[in-house]
């Protein structure tokens, strides 16, 4: 059984930062890509960033040059550093992981940032 579970939410004053991680148990996700998601109050869940097996990336315009995601193979484990954090960043963030089609994604945590 796959499970995801993120840690490292909380409140920020803006400018501030906070690591996110995101362990995965039940499956290897070395040759797989890794993705963050968050969702904000009313709004829909859009993706933040990727990881790809190889270690290439993706971002959201909005968090380009602020955020980095990276992985740890041997730890199952991808992490979110964000950095000068926005109140627009707030918002609850899922990892997710696609095997066979089927989306995985864990029960979140949540992120407020402070003006």
């Known amino acids: 059984q796959v499970q995801l579970v993120e840690s490292g939410g909380g409140l920020v004053q803006a400018g501030g930062s906070l690591r996110l991680s995101c362990a995965a148990s039940g499956t290897s996700f070395t040759m797989r890509a890794i993705n963050w998601y968050r969702q904000a109050p009313g709004k829909q869940r859009e993706s933040v960033a990727t990881i790809f097996s190889r270690g290439s990336t993706n971002y959201a315009d909005s968090v380009k040059g602020r955020f980095t995601i990276s992985r740890d193979n041997a730890k199952n484990t991808a992490y979110l550093q964000m950095n000068s954090l926005k109140p627009e960043d707030s918002g609850v963030y899922y990892c997710?992981?696609?095997?066979?089609?089927?989306?995985?994604w864990g029960q979140g945590t949540q992120v407020t940032v402070s003006s």
């Open positions: 997710n992981l696609r095997i066979t089609g089927i989306d995985y």
